[in-house]
């Protein structure tokens, strides 16, 4: 999958998601894109990397203190 179609996949579920909200207001529609993209993403690392935390920092490209912080916010450790 390229970074293309990642963008795609996230822009016509954003779309999606205005469509259903109709006339309702959104909020904090970016900590909820943050959130359903980050997770996943860290779980896929850490099965790559077989839980080597250092290996999954570099393929994410942030520092290992980070890493461990998200995976601690959304209950990964």
């Known amino acids: 999958m390229s970074k ?3 963008q795609e996949a996230v822009q016509n579920n954003l779309e999606k998601y205005f469509r259903d909200l ?3 207001p959104a909020s904090n529609i970016y ?3 943050v959130l359903a993209v980050e997770k ?3 779980q896929m690392v850490m099965t790559r990397t077989e839980s080597n935390q250092s290996q999954a920092a570099e393929l ?3 520092n290992r203190n980070t890493l461990r912080k998200k995976l601690q916010q959304h209950g990964l450790l």
Do not use: A, F, K, T
């Open 4 to 6: 293309e179609s990642i």
């Open 22 to 24: 109709g006339e309702q």
């Open 31 to 33: 900590d909820m894109v």
């Open 40 to 42: 996943p993403m860290l």
């Open 60 to 62: 994410l490209g942030i």
